[in-house]
């Protein structure tokens, strides 16, 4: 009976696969048709022609990034809905995408569809409508086990419904990992799936112990929200912020295969166009950098290089001589400060204001000496002293413009300046911030920058007003293309913004995601923040500016806070930002980490102070944790290399987590045993082994991980427990802590 369950498991999903197949191959040929139309010189014919080419090869993307474990559950139902389950059918295949037949009969659901909410919170106790639930697990394109979860005791008494095998969720816990993070799309679990489905307005907080899903439900829940809320966050996207550039390799794969290509992802480096950095301050300089002080400060130093001069000024302009006061700068200056523009569009109103006094006190000047001088020489006059040496020099000294990047280079290089705006602080305060102009930004300056730019505004006035005409054309160009969408009759098939993001005028088809992440003034309809514990309350003020309507999901764990500038209470966090508009939810399953795993990390962590949040695991490995103690360092790196090489042969991936004084030697050690198998950072993600710093393995899993002298890591930073605590969680299988010589194991364990 469960042979012939599974036969039949395997031609229905055989018949999705050819149903997806032929989507593709459809869609390949209209792109080709699109592409080989003659639509003359009509530039709207052109821009449509394109627009839709794009829209043909994202569909195309699509169907090929979701061909993995395309279908891999099913719902017998007791009262099936026949727009959602086809005529007759008492079952609901649940997957990654929709898909319906040639006479648009429903054959699979999407996920993420309200209908499909019984595949992952229905118990015996709640059926929810239904029957019987149905994991499928599938091998490529074959289907290779089935297990049925039975909620009507009715179906145990008929023929092959009760089927036995391995639960879903411990298959996929148990497997290997492979340097990349899978989706759990098949094996959402109930508390998960609640904060998945909940409501996307408003900031949600979701705190949780390591192994508790975190990620993948925040991963899960964007792609979630881009789904229920197509037409609002379409057009202004998902913004992913992750802790490091190897966390966002990590993660990089799960939403194409969820089919959601438009989700900019970003690390702390890269939140400000231009810059991209992995650089990290000594503790003490990021954790004045991310203080809210620092807001300030770069607003001081803003206004303050707006300067009235002490005295008149002579000027020449063509031979003729002016003197501007210091009465026209400051009037000037005022005027253009209650505009209430920033920095340098309000730069461009003061040198009008200036320049209109300087031309009327030159026309007067020539004509008390006899000369004719009327309105049309008054624009001649203008530009003469616009353009005159000791103008420029005048006007630039009042008010120069600048770039984000100067203002803050000038702040760490001109030490006398930072005292005239820090005189409150101490001389080794200030010495902190001391930096030589051309030093490489750091994560920590990025917030800095963006800090800037607000106030700053656009460098060059021409590109306000350029980007003000490029919204308003955006503007035109949807409504252009909502009437195209209905003359081609693809409603549905294709949104306005996507058409839109490939007319022919641009110089080139950008996505949404594309656009955004370019445009540093880009605001999102949904903001996700992964590890967010460590993010400073600078950095907070930059995710905030982009998302003005408060639309947060928050991830992360206060007993991981590693970071010098992280906080380690959610409230003492958001009540500064946001007041106690927030919810809070937990996770407190742990999927990932063995039971003896946390039930160590979790002693070592309250052992020195952490609070944490109490987990109860799944699951256990028949491995001890293992403390290993060492005479010497080279017995350390031998003891290092040893488990390593018992790790590795079991199968899967290794992480050594190190201290910074011992990643020279430790990763010497390692790359001489065993050559190309070893990586580092986001290297080390595509490896057998990884050697990582503690900061460096946040958000990461592997099935096996060695921690170097774990006394020596909660010694190297303020928070060392924290770094710890997080190397300690990082395995799926086993943990082996290597002790320096006289080192004690870490106090709990």
Known sequence: MAENELAREREYVAGLYERLDSLKAEAEQELATVRRENVGGNHQSRSERDAFARAYEDRIGQLREVGERLAFGRLELVDPDPEVDGPGSQLRYIGRIGLRDENLEPLLLDWRAPQARAFYQATAATPLGARARRHITTRGRDVVRIEDEVFDSALLDEDGTQLQGEGALLAALSAQRTGQMHDIVSTIQAEQDRIIRSELSGVLVVQG??????????????????????????????????????????????????????????????????????????????????????????????????????????????????????????????????????????????????????????????????????????????????????????????????????????????????????????????????????????????????????????????????????????????????????????????????????????????????????????????????????????????????????????????????????????????????????????????????SQIVDAAERVAHANGLTVTRSRSVRTTEWPVVAEPTADDDELLERVLADVREMTAAGGTVAVITPAARAAAVGEALSGAFGSEVGTGVTGLSRSIALLAPAEAKGLEFDSVVVVSPGELIAETTRGASALYVAMTRPTQRLALVLAAGEEPPAGL
Do not use: C
């Open 209 to 594: 112990g390591p192994g508790t899903g975190k990620t993948a439900v925040a991963l899960h829940r964007a792609a979630y929200l881009l789904y229920t809320h197509r037409d609002r966050l379409g057009s202004s996207g998902v913004l992913v912020v992750g802790p490091s550039r190897a966390f966002l390799q990590y993660i990089n794969a799960v939403l194409p295969s969820l089919g959601e290509t438009g989700v900019v992802l970003s690390s702390l480096g890269q939140l400000y166009p231009g810059v991209e950095t992995s650089l990290d301050d000594e503790p003490a300089v990021a954790a004045l950098k991310g203080s809210a002080e620092m807001a300030a400060l770069i607003r001081r130093a803003v206004r303050s290089r707006q300067r009235v001069p002490a005295e008149a000024q002579n000027l020449e302009i063509n031979g003729e001589k002016l003197v501007l006061q210091p009465a026209t700068i400051a009037e000037a200056m005022t005027r253009a400060r209650e505009s209430g523009k920033p920095y340098n569009e309000g730069r461009v109103a003061f040198v009008k204001s200036v320049l209109s006094q300087l031309t009327k006190q030159l026309a007067e000047q020539l004509r008390r000496r006899g000369s004719t001088v009327d309105e049309a020489d008054l624009a001649y006059l203008r530009e003469d002293i616009r353009t005159a040496y000791d103008v420029r020099v005048a006007l630039n000294t009042a008010w120069i413009p600048l770039t984000p990047e100067k203002l803050v280079e000038d702040l760490y290089a001109r030490p006398q300046w930072l005292e005239s705006l820090t005189g409150h602080w101490s001389k080794a305060k200030r010495q902190l911030l001391r930096r030589e102009r051309g030093a490489a930004f750091t994560v920590s300056d990025v917030p800095l920058l963006d800090e800037a730019a607000e106030l700053l505004g656009e460098y060059d006035a021409g590109d306000a007003a350029k980007r003000r005409a490029e919204k308003a054309q955006r503007k035109r160009d949807l409504e252009n293309a909502k009437n195209a969408i209905r003359n081609m009759d693809v409603a549905g098939q294709v949104s306005a913004e996507s058409v839109v993001a490939g007319f022919a005028e641009t110089e080139a088809m950008l996505t949404t995601a594309e656009r955004a992440a370019s445009d540093r003034s880009w605001t999102y309809g949904h903001i996700v923040v992964d590890e967010a514990q460590e993010l400073s309350p600078m950095q907070w003020r930059v995710l905030l500016r982009k998302s003005p309507l408060r639309s947060f999901t928050i991830v992360g764990d206060v007993a991981q806070a590693s970071s010098a500038a992280s906080s380690t209470s959610w409230d003492a966090t958001l009540q500064p930002l946001i007041g106690e508009n927030w919810r809070l939810e937990e996770l407190t399953v742990n999927y990932r980490t063995p």
